[in-house]
């Protein structure tokens, strides 16, 4: 193999990531993911843990324990890196097994920040199933594994004192719901695709041309017009937003206020639709709502909250940016590579078809190919582009957090080697069995 034949392979591998990292940008990040940063980072500002870890303790009834435990992820915006840090804590300060377990599980799988990317990326069905299976089989677990070790829980409960963490007593105004709410609206406007949202209302011709040498560099990109200027605006609002946010806690300035602007720009500068071809924009449902649900937000956020608890948000959504969003660029690069050269035939017959085998295969692949929260969702993407069935693929997003090499080892510092060996197995079993029947009713209907 000569040096130009290697060099021209490397190209093409650097350009199929390249490219694929535009259409990512133009394609999944306005709508999608910048309105789940900012509902995670509002979430963990703005609703106290305690809210959710106080139902967690050994005296809350099962009722009340595992539901909490399912759905904390959610309201605490948990993610797959995070989640066993606050497992370890939870569980050495007494919570019960199985609520502890339950959140282990499910938590990065109802994180709002994988259910939206998840949506948008691969399709509402794989991340409602996303939701509801591994809720289901989440709290399946944790009932099983505290019947398990019945007789080891009922000695720890005994041994144990009371711990504060559990008789918190925080409440949530009835203003950090209402915001809440309109950011979720918001986010569901931008994804869900309807008529009354997707189709234009009215055009309006915009009094200018794009250059020729432009457009035909753009067509060579895979990008168009509308999609270069949301990936422009998304790089120039980076340094703003660095600028803004990264001593919001200190001080408000002018970048502050520019960051907060620039997001409702992008988030509106996304939602229109542009005819190929021309400058012609129509003006769309979802712009209109869009425009209405950001003005809401603002007026009842500045009337609502103090200046240090907008801080605390604009502070926790930078946060979430600067630790996921580089790990989200670099996966979608590495995903766009690796499709260049992985045969489409090996996937196919690995797990093409929606067998027990095919969806073990796919928690298989978890447990050795670990990606932190949303890294995984380009990864399934390019399984999915080159073949593999929805039903190994779901099976795949259970496991990833859950059974990779790094989240054993700090499973089984935490619970011991036995009860980790039974949790890798039932996961193994469960995630498995929720791929399956996943893809068996996607047959059905």
């Known amino acids: 193999m000569t040096i130009e034949t290697i060099l021209d392979y490397l190209g093409r591998l650097l350009w199929s990531g390249w490219t694929g990292l535009l259409d990512y940008l133009a394609a999944h990040v306005l709508l999608c993911l910048v309105p789940a940063f900012v509902i995670a980072g509002y979430m963990s500002a703005m609703i106290p843990g305690e809210v959710v870890t106080r139902y967690l303790g050994p005296k809350a009834p099962k009722k009340i324990s595992y539901p909490a435990a399912a759905v904390g992820g959610f309201i605490l915006a948990v993610c797959s890196c995070t989640i066993l840090p606050l497992f370890a804590g939870i569980w050495k300060r007494g919570a019960g097994l199985g609520a502890a377990i339950t959140f282990l599980f499910v938590g990065p799988a109802v994180n709002i920040l994988a259910i939206a990317y998840t949506g948008a990326a691969i399709g509402m069905d794989i991340a409602m199933a996303r939701i509801v299976l591994s809720i289901i089989f989440g709290i399946s677990i944790g009932m099983i594994m505290a019947w398990l070790f019945r007789g080891e829980e009922l000695k720890r409960a005994a041994e ?36 009354l949202l997707t189709e234009p209302w009215f055009s309006v011709q915009l009094p200018f041309e794009v250059p020729g040498g432009v457009l035909s560099a753009l067509t060579r990109l895979n990008l168009t017009p509308h999609g270069a200027l949301l990936i422009l605006t998304l790089v120039l609002t980076a340094p703003v937003a660095y600028l803004g946010l990264e001593h919001v806690l200190e001080r408000f300035n ?188 996607m047959a059905v209907l």
Not at 180 to 187: E, P, S, W
């Open 160 to 195: 144990m004192a009371d711990s504060g963490l559990f008789e918190g007593k925080a409440t949530v105004r009835s203003a950090v719901w209402a915001v809440f709410l309109l950011l979720v609206v918001v986010l569901i406007v931008g994804t869900l695709k309807i008529d």
């Open 254 to 441: 002018r970048w502050t206020y520019a960051s907060v602007a620039m997001i409702a720009l992008m988030l509106l500068l996304a939602a229109p639709t542009v005819v190929e071809g021309s400058l012609e924009v129509g003006i769309t449902g979802r712009l209109l709502v869009e425009a209405v649900l950001i003005a809401s937000i603002g007026v009842v956020s500045v009337r609502s909250f103090e200046r240090h608890e907008l801080a605390g948000w604009l502070w926790e959504t930078w946060k979430f940016v600067k630790q996921i969003f580089p790990l989200l660029i670099v996966g979608v690069v590495a995903a766009g590579m690796v499709k260049a050269i992985l045969p489409e035939q090996w996937v196919q017959t690995l797990a093409g078809k929606n067998t027990i085998w095919a969806n073990l295969v796919g928690v298989l692949f978890g447990v050795f190919m670990y990606f932190p929260t949303l890294v995984e969702v380009p990864i399934a993407r390019m399984f999915l582009d080159l073949g593999m069935h929805r039903g190994p693929l779901l099976a795949y997003l259970l496991a990833d957090p859950e059974l990779s090499i790094q989240s054993i080892l700090v499973t089984g510092r935490i619970l011991g080697r036995r009860k980790t060996s039974v949790y890798i197995v039932l996961v193994t079993i469960f995630s498995t069995l929720a791929g399956y029947i996943f893809g068996y009713f």
